[in-house]
């Protein structure tokens, strides 16, 4: 009967100390969620009891099922901070976060959450710089210009933008907009940003040459454009063109320099100047070459 008594108490404690670590595990919530992983304060103290195996066992179970649903909810909480900010620092600092301090989450977990941010903040990016464009072309007011954006999209698909549904929305809107505004007639003028704006147009190489040919075009009399005309030797000037792109050392690309000259009939060397020596001289030998692909 005395060792019955004896182990009453000793019992007692155990079923106690059973109860209140159930309840801290059940009471846990996302912000401590630490406890629970491998190692963690609330773990070790499982470990460390000296409860049965029936019980430390329960604890375990439930320690791990509490541990899985805070992971969804770490997680989601992670997203829901993605989802409800487009400003670039504050995912910048997520994902350092994240990336550095979260113990929680599964490898997994968090290389899809580091993805997810980084998606977005190229998407922010991407659309703000869709968005400078947009406010270039409206300040042109040329509705020459304008169906011609809707050409290039056609033929450079994703690789003028991203946002191809958004790019033909636009369009029709600037459309709209150039119906109701008094165009200049000048050409000089309405290029003018191009150039300022250290603007380029993007996408493939047939599109740009395309363009800037186009451009040209616009400024010849009846004459001279009787004698234009563009023959299949596109490829070598493909390769011209991609030869000054990789030689370019500041934002003027060959497209820049050529428009300037073709267009503007402005000299070469306004431009020209920022390249060394050798560069000026190729850039001339390559208008030499484009003139007498065109003419």
């Known amino acids: 009967n005395a060792t019955t008594t004896s182990k009453q108490p000793e019992q007692t404690l155990a079923s106690d100390l059973f109860n209140q670590l159930k309840k801290e595990i059940e009471e846990t919530q996302r912000p401590n969620t630490i406890k629970l992983i ?8 499982i470990k460390n009891t000296k409860l049965s195996s029936n019980q430390t066992e329960e604890l375990q179970k439930l ?20 989802n409800n900010t487009e400003d670039i620092t504050i995912l910048n600092n997520l994902h350092n976060t994240i990336f550095n301090d979260d113990k929680v989450l599964t490898a997994m977990q968090i290389s899809n959450i ?3 941010i980084n998606d977005k903040i190229f998407r922010i990016n991407q659309k703000k710089e869709y ?3 947009k406010n270039e072309i409206i300040k042109e007011k040329d509705s020459i210009r304008l169906e011609k954006l809707d050409k290039i999209q056609s033929e450079t698909e994703d690789e003028l933008y991203d946002i191809n549904s958004e790019l033909i929305d636009i369009i029709q809107d600037l459309n709209e907009l150039g119906n109701n505004l008094d165009l200049a007639n ?9 150039l300022t704006g250290d603007r380029n147009i993007r996408g493939n190489t047939n599109a740009q040459i395309s363009w800037i040919v186009d451009e040209y075009k616009k400024t010849l009399n009846k004459d001279d454009k009787r004698k234009f005309t563009l023959k299949a030797k ?17 934002r003027k690309t060959l497209l820049d320099v050529l428009y300037y000259i073709w267009v503007l009939g402005k000299d070469d060397k ?3 100047t920022r390249y060394m020596t050798k560069k000026i001289e190729e850039a001339k030998s390559l208008k030499n070459n484009i003139d007498k ?3």
């Open 38 to 45: 491998n190692n963690g304060n609330l773990d070790n103290k």
């Open 114 to 116: 580091l993805k997810n």
């Open 270 to 272: 306004f431009l020209l």
């Open 63 to 82: 320690q791990l099922s509490k541990l899985d649903k805070l992971c969804l909810k770490q997680y989601s909480y992670y997203i829901d901070l993605m």
């Open 293 to 295: 692909y065109i003419w």
């Open 131 to 133: 968005n400078l464009i």
């Open 234 to 250: 596109i490829d070598y000037v493909k390769e011209l063109i991609r030869d000054s792109h990789i030689k370019s050392k500041d």
């Open 186 to 194: 000048d050409i000089l003028k309405l290029n003018q940003t191009l």
